[in-house]
């Protein structure tokens, strides 16, 4: 497990860890916009008094695009499974024309759009390929999928990054800036328990629908249970979380929402699963055990669908199956030790917030940050400390902009990026562990996780580009044709990968 969780209940727990990274880069090249040649000169060309002349020009013209097309649809489709496609690639490159006509398929049994939030804690993506997962691959295959995973926000932690898809904000915008914190000012200190309406900001899915006048419900989410607005997690619709409830009895509630009138059915609801995470800590990604937690998995989305058929509604349900960050292994030769720091600057463990994989500090206010950030990084590439060419140390507001980890006092002045798979700690000790971690940097491809969409509003058999989860908020409010809270993700994403209504 990792060394920062926080257990509050018996049972699995909302799972996390933390991490931080520096190397990173996915590559920000902009997507390969095909260029539309279409235009060739012939225009210029002269009347000439042949005809057939004419007609050898035309010809080639024609040829000539045919051949443009064909390069410009070649390239497009290579281009999928190269350098990990960012969101300024989505952003521009939005739908494929044959997706463009689609139109979303008319609800057969239910009177509204209905959403289903799923999220599988600490789902890798990849992990789908782990088992032959038949239910996860009914999805896939007909749904819309991002192809190469979905981008967690920084840090790739279990609370900020589910209370970044269900409001759309960057955890600096929403308030969650890690699993535990302290606020500067008062001195309280956020715990992955901790309901007080105070620390969570923005406007999740659930008050957004109930603002509107329809219903939510909520089986387990980070944040849910917080009294916000118009929502006050009534208890009809609102479980209050405990990590002991059996998986099938979480699937089976969901189910039940359909049994009721027609017209009350809520039209948001999540399922939260703690697995494969938990596993993931414990053994790392790649180990039997996380294999049989998938295929657990699997198995729950298919009581999902059976359940959904038997009421005849599947086909009219929108299910949005994610997760929250991926997971990589670490060990115990991967380690970096704050207390080799000493002959440069003492570091004492009152200051570090959190350690790893997000290493955040808060220096006594007499200390300038500054000074402890020159020194941190004098020593860490000096080549004199154990492995201190895997970590970084920033001063948030240098951090790379792509992070958007800055613009909240509540987030400590100094961050540390570590190395993938590489782990802080204060001092030596016997411990020894090897196991899996996340929080790192979300440029890393092992912090991704899946995307799968189906149902009415998501086109089948379509493969859609990475993007950051902040996109799922207004995917959401644009299914129930509700208008969503000012977010950070972008307007027109939801048209770009969901089918028009009829
Ligand atoms: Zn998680």
Redo the contacts with the bound molecule.
């Keep these: 497990m990792g060394s920062d969780k926080h257990t509050h209940l018996p049972g699995p727990t909302?799972?996390?860890d933390s991490p931080k990274q520096s190397t990173a880069l996915l590559s920000f090249g902009a997507g390969s916009a095909g260029r539309d040649d279409r235009s060739c000169s012939c225009r210029s060309a002269r009347i000439a008094s042949k005809v057939v002349f004419v007609s050898l020009i035309l010809v080639t013209c024609v040829a000539v695009s045919v051949a443009v097309a064909f390069s410009f649809l070649f390239f497009s489709a290579a281009s999928s499974p190269g350098p990990a496609p960012v969101i300024s690639i989505v952003r521009n490159s939005p739908l494929s024309p044959v997706v463009a006509d689609a139109i979303a398929r008319p609800l057969k049994k239910l009177k509204k759009d209905v959403v289903i939030l799923i999220s599988s804690?600490?789902f890798r993506f990849g992990y789908q390929f782990k088992a032959t997962l038949p239910n996860i691959a009914r999805l896939i295959a007909n749904g819309t999928e991002a192809e190469l995973g979905l981008i967690p926000v920084f840090p790739t932690?279990?609370f900020p990054?589910h209370y970044a898809i269900v409001t759309g904000l960057y955890p600096a915008y929403h308030g969650i800036i890690d699993n535990r914190f302290v606020d500067p000012n008062s001195g309280d200190v956020f715990t992955m328990a901790s309901h007080e309406t105070k620390w969570w900001l923005g406007e999740p899915l659930w008050e957004t629908v109930v603002n509107h006048g329809l219903s939510a419900a909520t089986y387990f989410w980070p944040g849910s249970e917080v009294r916000k607005g118009s929502w006050d997690c009534p208890e009809k619709f609102c479980r209050h979380y405990n990590g002991s409830v059996p998986f099938e009895e979480r699937v089976d509630s969901v189910l039940e929402y359909f049994d009721m009138d027609n017209g009350e059915v809520p039209v948001f609801m999540t399922l939260y699963f703690e697995d494969p995470?938990h596993q993931g800590h414990q053994v790392g990604p790649d180990d039997p055990q996380i294999t049989e937690a998938v295929i657990r998995i699997d198995s729950m989305i298919g009581r999902l669908i059976d359940g959904l058929e038997k009421r005849g509604v599947f086909d009219d349900v929108n299910i949005i199956m994610v997760g929250?960050?991926g997971m990589v292994g670490t060990c115990d030769k991967k380690l970096i030790f704050l207390d080799d720091l000493v002959d440069w600057i003492e570091i004492p463990a009152s200051w570090v917030q959190s350690y790893s994989p997000l290493l955040a500090i808060r220096p006594d206010s007499s200390i300038s940050p500054s000074d402890v950030v020159e020194k941190m990084n004098e020593g860490l590439s000096s080549g004199k400390v154990e492995n201190g060419m895997y970590l970084k140390v920033y001063l948030k507001e240098d951090l790379p902009e792509r992070l958007h980890y800055s613009a909240s006092e509540l987030i400590p002045p100094i961050v540390g990026l570590v190395a993938e798979g590489f782990k802080v700690e204060q001092k030596r000790s016997r411990h020894m562990e090897c196991g899996g971690s996340?929080g790192y940097d979300n440029a890393f491809f092992s912090m991704r996780t899946i995307f799968v969409g189906h149902g009415p509003r998501f086109a089948s058999r379509r493969k859609i580009p990475s993007f950051e989860n902040i996109q799922i908020y207004n995917i959401v409010t644009s299914i129930l044709g509700i208008k969503g809270a000012p977010n950070n993700g972008s307007s027109s994403f939801p048209e770009s990968i969901l089918l028009s209504k009829p």
């Design positions: 909302y799972e996390d804690d600490g932690l279990t990054n995470d929250d960050h996340h």
